[in-house]
């Protein structure tokens, strides 16, 4: 119980240790104090890049010079940094935007995939999703699978489904209507959901 | 059997399966960043001299440390001398870059 109390009383003070911490890192590195600089690419490199690299596999060489590209940014944009949430999660934020401008600029292009039929008896039963809800062969062959969808699948897929971003919010950052948005989403999952059943059933 | 929609069946996907990659930063990759951003920095004014860097408590390279003692003015301390270092060239394109002393950042994106 006294352990419990201690602990309650320690995490606003860890907290806020970790915040001035923060805030001390960031205005160093705004008077360019290049130790400090070199510390923050340190600090935040692993974490934005395992991000980005989840994000964009298998493309991995654009993985490091869209990290590159996210640190400038947040370089540019430091001295907007008010400390009001963690530096960890304000340098992850700027990734994330990042990765949806990959995504925007991505989708932009015309598509170069053929139209995939969209088959309805492809169907995967709730059932036999819990059945192979075996979470590391879930994992592995999601990975895998979405590494070897056509990039436009892929990254649709991504965007919609762990970044969620809707259709409409889509179709706003890529200049494309919805309904193409809608029709791009629906052969990526068909192709998604075709190669899930073809890798259950070999 | 019931039957999933291929909106739902992606929804529960995502949903189980989190893609992050346990994936450290390669030292190379920081190398470059960091050589980015100082270039970055430099170009909108002064990085801090290697005078007032030291006194903040930051410890230098046996180059820069060099620097802050020549006789020279705090505008020549206050240049980006990583940019004419071999460390920065071999730790920007090799991982195990063959550099080893202390108090330079290339050498330390080599241990994290």
Redesign the interface.
Known sequence: MRRLEQQASDQPQTISLRADEDLALVQ?VL?????A??E???RY??H????V???L?PQYQQA?DL??EI??SA?ESLSRYRGTGSLHAWVMGIARHKVEDYYRERLRTPESIKDAE?DPDT???????HQV?E?EQ??RN??RI?SALPEPYRLA??W???EKASAREMALKTGKTEKAIERLL?RA??E??ERWNHAQSS | ????R??E??????D???????????AD??A???S???K???RT????SLT??HA?G??LCVFEQLVRIAPVGETVKSL?I?RVCHARVLAEHLENAPIYWGGC?YV??KK?
């Open positions: 160093a008077r360019k104090d290049r130790k600089t070199a923050f690419v340190n490199s692993g934005i890049y395992s991000y690299r989840s994000r596999a490091e990290v590159q640190f400038l370089w969209l169907s995967t039963s709730v059932a036999t999703i809800l979470q879930v994992r999601t990975q979405l897929l991504i919609r489904y762990w629906a999952r068909a998604f959901r | 059997m019931p039957s999933l291929d909106d069946f992606m929804e529960r996907i995502a189980a399966v989190e893609l992050s990659e346990s994936a450290f930063a390669p990759l920081k470059r960043v960091y980015a951003l100082a970055q920095q430099s004014g002064q990085l801090m007032e860097t903040h930051h410890q980006n990583c950042p330390e994106f994290s």
